[in-house]
């Protein structure tokens, strides 16, 4: 496997788990009663290591926007990559609008609109933050230069490691009977 292969073999990771954590929140916080939610609970833990997780690794894919975005620099005003990198770069479904919905969730507790707004942080990730990462990625795909995958990805050993530890935290605080494996594919 050469380094562009291990840079997007962790990138997917990343998505995979990014999205597994999203669609648990919604699924087990969305109908999380007050006292299940209190200090100290189970859940509670739950609710944390997974905001935690998801805080960070979306940080991380806003920053490898923000590079990214940079690195469009190198190439000429009409180059057809350049052009069709800031189409996909402009499209809705920034990791900052889904920190944004994430926050929302998190800060309304248990309540009718808490379910509401963690099923809109799960809907928004699964629809435009995933479309825009696809039009990105698949940009990305036909790059060949290594010096630009490290160089917007910046992702290096500590940083799988964290991410690692970061998902297996929420994984060992997972509510018996909530799962993090993907949902079933449909017709296939």
């Not at 944004?100 to 990730?125: I, V």
């Not at 970061?166 to 079933?184: I, K």
Request: glycine letters at 6%; hydrophobic letters at 45%; proline letters at 5%.
């Amino acid at each position: 496997m050469n380094e562009i292969q291990l840079i997007r073999t962790q990138l997917s990771t990343e998505r995979e788990h990014l999205g597994a954590v999203a669609r648990a929140c919604a699924s087990v916080l969305g109908k999380a009663s007050p006292a299940a939610l209190a200090s100290g609970t189970p859940l509670e833990a739950f609710r944390q290591a997974s905001v935690d997780y998801l805080v960070c690794v979306l940080a991380w894919f806003e920053e490898r926007d923000r590079r990214l975005a940079a690195l469009l620099g190198q190439y000429g005003p009409e180059h057809a990559t350049r052009d069709a990198l800031e189409d996909a770069l402009s499209l809705r479904g920034r990791s900052r609008e889904a920190l944004e919905k994430l926050e929302a969730a998190f800060a309304s507790g248990p309540s009718d609109g808490a379910r509401n707004l963690w099923a809109e942080f799960a809907k928004f990730f699964d629809g435009p933050w995933a479309s825009r990462r696809d039009a990105v990625d698949a940009l990305l795909a036909h790059n060949t230069r290594p010096s630009d995958w490290r160089a917007f990805a910046a992702i290096d050993a500590d940083g799988i490691l964290e991410e690692r530890s970061r998902f297996d935290h929420v994984s060992r605080t997972l509510p018996a009977g909530a799962s993090l494996a993907a949902p079933p594919v449909l017709g296939g």
